[in-house]
């Protein structure tokens, strides 16, 4: 199909061809944008957890803090939420705390992504639409100028059909990309939970690890007095 051809149908095709066309521009737009901001976050979150937990091994509770405030993976917000609260309250707090951000960020990372399954649900009944519309104005035609018969209009319906294919592909697009981030988002969310949980363990066993590394611990006068 040469481009000239190619014209004629998006033409023929009226305003439903030009909203495919548009769904299909915005579904890849939204792809690549994703792609970028989901392309390292498995990886950095487990490199990042795995030097926390060095730290943490050695019982230097504030170089683990320094290397979250230095990362630029965004699992640090979620590392960095238990330091903030670690010492200052419960550990039962912490662990909330720490939660939380860790479902906020998993709604940062799934942010843009619904675009492409509300693109992947309705882009066959913009493409339905612009068939329906193409032949009403097809026997719209052959009522206008008194001639009948199929040949009249076999012409313009299937040049009406191009939307209807046209928001099929459209779809099959979206909804290919859709179930691919669907599924590096959960694999993601997954390895995300993992760090958190391993995070939280060595937290509340630190005082363990400070003891076995050597780190010299609280002595008696330096434990607040009990009531």
Not at 46 to 64: P, Q
């Amino acid at each position: 199909m040469s481009g000239a051809e190619l014209f004629h149908l998006i033409r023929t095709g009226g305003a439903a061809m030009v909203a495919i066309i548009a769904c299909s521009i915005l579904s890849i737009a939204v792809a690549v944008e994703r792609t970028i901001a989901l392309w390292s976050v498995g990886s950095d979150a487990r490199n990042l957890g795995e030097l926390i937990s060095r730290h943490l091994f050695r019982g230097d509770i504030e170089e683990a803090r320094k290397a979250c405030e230095r990362s630029r993976s965004i699992a640090a917000d979620i590392f960095l939420a238990g330091f903030s609260r670690h010492g200052r309250t419960s550990f039962d707090a912490v662990a909330s705390a720490v939660e939380r951000e860790r479902q906020q960020v998993g709604l940062k990372l799934r942010s843009h992504v619904w675009i492409l399954g509300t693109i992947g649900a309705t882009a066959p009944f913009v493409g339905l639409f612009g068939t329906v519309w193409g032949i009403l104005h097809s026997f719209h035609q052959m009522a206008a100028t008194g001639q009948g018969g199929f040949a009249v209009v076999a012409g313009g319906i299937s040049e009406a059909l191009v939307t209807t294919a046209g928001g099929i592909l459209v779809a099959v697009e979206a909804v290919v990309l859709y179930n691919f981030f669907q599924t590096r988002l959960s694999r993601t969310g997954v390895e995300l939970k993992l760090a958190a949980d391993e995070f939280l363990e060595l937290l509340k066993e630190r005082p363990n690890l400070a003891a076995a590394a050597g780190a010299p611990l609280p002595t008696a006068e330096q434990k607040p007095a009990s009531a």
